[in-house]
């Protein structure tokens, strides 16, 4: 048996280190039994190599050659977010729109690499934003690994900001487990229902158990209950994991009257209207209040 090359050991931790999603599992379409058929193509486009790249498809790799687990050269220069390797590989025919066995699409890659030009070309090539059985959603997993540009781009493209995965919850869900602030607040920005999380467990439960203090606080702002138990029957108080962010949910001021006018509006409106406000005859100083500006 042919001894295992070291840059085949090197490359295959690298995806592990990658793609520990969703509670430190690495899926399928990653692990050791795909290794034995990857080629030099699939090769070059993970390492972001273009001339050798090149080479191998003018001599007559396919563009869209797979592993026993569905992976193309293509899923692995998005993973690399490597954007001349991948614009190479989709002038050459390759799929934007191709799906490995665990659900993984060159969009879901891309948003992992946290690449948003790379994004926005696959997201110009593919109608498939997430896939039908939602294994893996290209939105959930910018949240959660705090890219806050791809998760612009998607929402502009029509992704269900709000869409609720079983095991994940919903895209600002994941981004609070994972305290990353700007993604919160872009997302809380752009309209997205502060009280959806996973299941009765809240964006606010959330970031009270992982200790985000500028989380809950943004959260706050933006009218999330203290008051919603989950389905322990515990409130987000009682999950706080230090004493500061619990005198902020204990100690919180009640909501002000123009502020759940400002929430009136914004539920109203929704994510897909949120930004016609400035079509509204309106003094500046309200539309800078009304978007959080």
Same mark, same amino acid.
């Given at each position: ?6 840059? !085949? ?34 090769? /070059? ?5 273009? %001339? ?14 797979? #592993?026993?687990?569905?992976? #193309? ?5 998005? @993973? ?9 590989? %989709? ?13 993984? #699409? ?36 910018? /949240? ?14 029509? !992704?269900?900001?709000?869409?609720? @995965?079983?095991?994940?919850? &919903? ?15 872009? %997302?809380? =920005? &752009? ?8 299941? @009765?467990? &809240? ?12 989380? =809950? ?18 409130? /987000?108080?009682? %999950? ?21 006018? *400002?929430?009136?509006? *914004?539920?109203?409106?929704? +994510?897909?209207? +949120? ?6 005859? @309106?003094?500046?100083?309200?539309? &800078? ?5």
């Amino acid at each position: 048996m042919a001894a295992i090359q070291p840059e !085949v050991c090197i490359q295959k931790n690298w995806w592990e280190q990658q793609f520990n999603v969703y509670g430190g599992q690495v899926c399928n379409a990653f692990m050791a039994g795909s290794w034995a058929d990857r080629t030099p193509l699939h090769e /070059a486009a993970l390492q972001g190599r273009l %001339l050798p790249l090149k080479r191998l498809l003018s001599q007559g790799f396919h563009v869209d050659v797979v #592993t026993l687990d569905g992976i #193309t050269p293509l899923h692995e220069a998005c @993973l690399g977010g490597h954007l001349t390797c991948a614009k190479l590989l %989709l002038e050459h025919g390759a799929n934007a729109e191709a799906v490995s066995v665990d659900g993984v #699409t060159p969009l879901f890659s891309a948003c992992c690499s946290g690449n948003s030009s790379l994004v926005s070309l696959i997201l110009n090539r593919s109608s498939i934003l997430h896939p039908a059985h939602l294994l893996r959603s290209p939105l959930h997993e910018a /949240a959660k690994r705090g890219h806050t540009d791809c998760v612009e781009l998607l929402i502009s493209h029509g !992704v269900d900001a709000d869409m609720e @995965l079983a095991e994940v919850g &919903t895209p600002l869900y994941c981004a609070c487990e994972n305290r990353s602030t700007e993604c919160v607040q872009r %997302l809380l =920005v &752009t309209g997205v229902n502060v009280q959806c999380g996973r299941g @009765l467990d &809240t964006p606010l439960h959330a970031a009270a158990r992982v200790g985000g203090f500028k989380v =809950v606080e943004l959260l706050l702002e933006h009218g999330a209950d203290g008051n919603c138990r989950n389905s322990e029957g515990k409130k /987000a108080a009682d %999950l706080a994991s230090n004493d500061s962010i619990r005198k902020l949910l204990l100690t919180a001021d009640p909501v002000s009257l123009v502020q759940l006018c *400002r929430l009136c509006v *914004r539920r109203s409106l929704g +994510i897909k209207r +949120i930004n016609r406000i400035k079509a509204l005859y @309106l003094p500046e100083s309200i539309y &800078t209040y009304l978007l959080y500006q």
